[in-house]
């Protein structure tokens, strides 16, 4: 079983920057891919990225692509995801997540607490 703990949440200001970190024990972290979703209040889970246990392979949001990215360190056991051009609407509850399936956001089922970013005008 896999734990998944967030870090790096906060108040940012639209148009700045903020990284999330995820923190992977239990597991061999490089046997699984790996991924970032978000949640808002009143709104459903979204997908925001995903990354593949290489880390060759990602996938993004439609809303987030261009402005994150998301990064591995598996000798760390660490997932990041820089956030970049922050908006309010990103404002959310950040999750991150695991799976043994692929990449897609339906393939992820092992999830941390989460970490909340809010963005301010």
């Known amino acids: 079983q896999v734990q998944l703990v967030e870090s790096g949440g906060g108040l940012v200001q639209a148009g700045g920057s903020l990284r999330l970190s995820c923190a992977a024990s239990g597991l061999t972290s490089s046997s699984y891919n790996m991924g970032w979703f978000r949640q808002a209040p009143g709104k459903e889970r979204e997908f925001v990225a995903a990354i593949s246990r290489s880390g060759r392979g990602t996938n993004y949001g439609n809303s987030v692509r261009g402005r994150f990215s998301i990064s591995r360190d598996n000798a760390k056991n660490t997932v990041d995801l820089q956030m970049n051009s922050l908006k309010p609407e990103d404002t959310a509850v950040y999750y991150c997540?695991?799976?043994?399936?692929?990449?897609?956001?339906?393939?992820?089922?092992?999830w941390g607490q989460g970490t909340q970013v809010t963005v301010f005008l």
């Open positions: 997540a695991a799976t043994l399936a692929g990449l897609a956001p339906e393939d992820f089922g092992s």
